[in-house]
Nanobody
Framework: QLQASGGGLMQPGGSLTLSCSNS????????VGWFRHSDGDERDFVAA????????LYSDSVKGRFTISRDNAKKAVYLQMLSLKPEDTAVYCC??????????????????WGQGTQVTVSS
């Protein structure tokens, strides 16, 4: 079961690193995406990494501030978030897909979704 963790309350300008894991199972061979949603809003794409690790994609709103990475040995994918802004406040969840030619930013590509972790950015 996918699980996102690492959320919390941060002041603007702060940083957090989220983790996505799969109950100790390997994420090898999976594209992994991060999405977020706030109350009443649609789910938005944040970042994703391909199953090879070579392709990474970011939304314009986080580009240059967030970094996605994967550690296959640790069976996890990370989302490092720097220079956090109040508008980054949301529930962040991760998802996996086995698409071999992924777009990465489209939610319909992803077969499995994990429970999210709350990130709140407020002074």
């Amino acid at each position: 079961q996918l699980q996102a963790s690492g959320g919390g309350l941060m002041q603007p300008g702060g940083s957090l690193t989220l983790s996505c894991s799969n109950s100790g199972r390997s994420l090898n061979g999976y594209n992994v995406g991060w999405f977020r949603h706030s109350d009443g809003d649609e789910r938005d794409f944040v970042a994703a990494i391909s199953w090879t690790g070579y392709k990474k994609l970011y939304s314009d709103s986080v580009k240059g501030r967030f970094t996605i990475s994967r550690d296959n040995a640790k069976k996890a994918v990370y989302l490092q978030m720097l220079s956090l802004k109040p508008e980054d406040t949301a529930v962040y969840c991760c998802a996996t897909s086995r698409e071999r030619n992924p777009i990465l930013s489209e939610g319909y590509e992803y077969e499995s979704w994990g429970q999210g972790t709350q990130v709140t950015v407020s002074s």
